[in-house]
């Protein structure tokens, strides 16, 4: 009876001890997990943190890191070459005409009320070629002749127009590259400088000079590329007013002499 006793009671205890250790094991693997919850908790932060940066930070940070000696001059042909390239977009757009639409209207009028009549509507449009229309029925009274060289002066005068500050967009395109290059090549003359003085290479003496170069050179190819999209939308635009323009001087003198006739 006593050794009965006896079992039961050491398998009653070896129960208790073994829950005992399930128990604190139990609470070692929750206290982990919430350990772990939240170091993955501020990882996420700090990632988030980093994205909320945005591509805009990071330009800012870099552009700062360049230098304000080339980058500042970098900057400002960027921005002058914006305001130009605006400027004339705004322009060409407004001087583009729907020379189909004006041309009828310029034949029917020349038909029912004559020479005024035809003045009357290029007066009331806009565009160069509009323009180009009332230049050459001014002279049409003279001769047909006369028509087609005022036709011919003006259209010169109105490329001209279309044209004005362009060459500057070209020069701020040419310009950034080389500020950015020039850039480079200082930045690096002053790292060889510090290596000279020093008496050996360490890349964390020129890091920051060799960066300060390579900077340069990436904000001044960033501004060139964006200023030459603009370039070459505008001249495509020129290219088409332009074409507009010839094509309706044609049929502006083909309709002065069906009228002489």
Not at 8 to 20: E, I, P, Q, R, Y
Not at 64 to 69: C, D, E, S
Not at 123 to 140: E, M, W
Request: overall charge negative; charged content about 15%.
């Amino acid at each position: 009876m006593k050794r009965l006793f006896t079992i039961l009671a050491m398998a009653g205890l070896f129960v208790l001890s073994t829950n005992t250790v399930s128990a604190k094991a139990n609470a070692i693997v929750s206290n982990l997990s919430s350990t772990v919850s939240t170091a993955a908790f501020m990882l996420q932060d700090e990632g988030a943190a980093e994205a909320e940066k945005g591509f805009t930070q990071v330009l800012k940070e870099q552009f700062i890191q360049g230098g304000a000696g080339f980058m500042g001059i970098v900057l400002l042909c960027l921005i002058l070459g914006l305001a130009v390239a605006i400027e004339r977009i705004i322009y060409l757009n407004m001087a583009s005409t729907n020379t189909t639409k004006l041309k009828q209207q310029v034949e029917d009028a020349l038909a029912s009320g004559g020479i005024e009549a035809a003045k009357e509507v290029c007066r009331n449009t806009k565009g160069p070629v509009a323009s180009i229309y009332y230049q050459g029925l001014d002279r049409a009274g003279e001769s047909v002749e006369s028509a087609e060289k005022a036709v011919v002066a003006y259209g010169g005068v109105q490329m001209g127009q279309l044209e004005k500050n362009v060459s500057w967009l070209s020069l701020f395109i040419a310009i950034a590259p080389m500020l950015g290059f020039m850039g480079t090549v200082i930045g690096m003359i002053q790292a060889f400088q510090k290596i000279a003085a020093v008496g050996n290479l360490s890349a964390s003496l020129i890091a920051g000079d060799i960066q300060v170069a390579l900077l340069t050179t990436v904000f001044g190819l960033i501004t060139a590329i964006i200023l030459q999209i603009f370039y070459n939308y505008i001249i495509a635009k020129i290219d088409s007013i332009v074409n507009d323009m010839e094509d309706s001087s044609i049929s502006l003198i083909d309709m002065l002499v069906d009228h002489k006739k």
